[in-house]
């Protein structure tokens, strides 16, 4: 299964980045309701686009933790 991070938006379009930092532009009303930088999309073997709250959570969580060990935040 492949995974997203939505680097930023652009537009009509959602950049996304896969493991290997290649970038895709995807059009914002193909990504799932809510989607908002730094989400982690899941993409399924159909094609469609999810929301994996549980990975965002997750990414979202380390990079706290590393800005608190950097700049005592």
Same mark, same amino acid.
């Given at each position: 299964?492949? &995974?997203?991070?939505?680097?930023?938006?652009?537009? %009509?379009?959602?950049?996304?980045? +896969?493991?290997?930092? %290649?970038?895709?532009?995807?059009?914002?009303? *193909? @990504?799932?309701?809510?989607?908002? *930088?730094? +989400?982690?999309?899941?993409?399924? +073997?159909? /094609? *469609? @686009?999810? @929301? +994996? &709250?549980?990975?965002?959570?997750?990414?979202?969580? %380390?990079?706290?933790?590393? &800005?608190? %060990?950097?700049? /005592?935040?």
């Amino acid at each position: 299964m492949k &995974q997203l991070i939505i680097d930023r938006f652009e537009g %009509k379009f959602a950049i996304c980045e +896969d493991a290997e930092e %290649k970038y895709f532009a995807i059009e914002t009303s *193909e @990504l799932p309701d809510g989607a908002r *930088e730094g +989400d982690v999309l899941r993409i399924t +073997d159909e /094609g *469609e @686009l999810l @929301l +994996d &709250q549980e990975a965002t959570n997750a990414r979202r969580e %380390k990079i706290a933790a590393k &800005q608190h %060990k950097a700049f /005592g935040l």
